[in-house]
């Protein structure tokens, strides 16, 4: 059974930093690409960062680059996102997600559509 399970979430205020995990089980077949998401109450959930399996490309939202970074550990079948100077903007519920489909990173990432398995999500939560 497949499954992405999210952990990192929590408040914290702005400027701090937050490092949320996405850990996955049960792939029968090597996805491609692995995505955070995220989506705000009353907003479309947007791609915040994506890295290819194993390395190479990995492409941010420009509200985020610089202060996010996205990493990966193969043999834990885990990807990391490591949250700093977080801003109130932030707030969302944050989500993982993995997609078979090969295109480039920057189209992945305004793609959620394309990526089929996704976790239940943490929230991050920031104060101003």
């Known amino acids: 059974q497949v499954q992405l399970v999210e952990s990192g979430g929590g408040s914290v205020q702005a400027g701090g930093s937050l490092r949320l995990s996405c850990a996955a089980s049960g792939f029968t077949r090597r996805y491609y690409y692995v995505g955070w998401f995220r989506q705000a109450p009353g907003k479309e959930r947007e791609g915040v960062a994506v890295?290819?399996?194993?390395?190479?490309?990995?492409c941010y939202v420009d509200s985020v680059k610089g202060r996010f970074t996205i990493s990966q550990d193969a043999a834990k079948n885990t990807v990391y996102l490591q949250m700093n100077s977080l801003k109130f903007e932030d707030t969302a519920m944050y989500y993982c997600?993995?997609?078979?489909?090969?295109?480039?990173?920057?189209?992945?990432?305004?793609?959620?559509?394309?990526?089929?398995?996704w976790g239940q999500g943490t929230q991050v939560t920031v104060s101003s």
């Open positions: 890295i290819a399996f194993g390395g190479g490309a990995l």
């Open positions: 997600a993995t997609s078979y489909y090969e295109r480039a990173c920057a189209y992945a990432l305004g793609t959620p559509a394309n990526f089929g398995y």
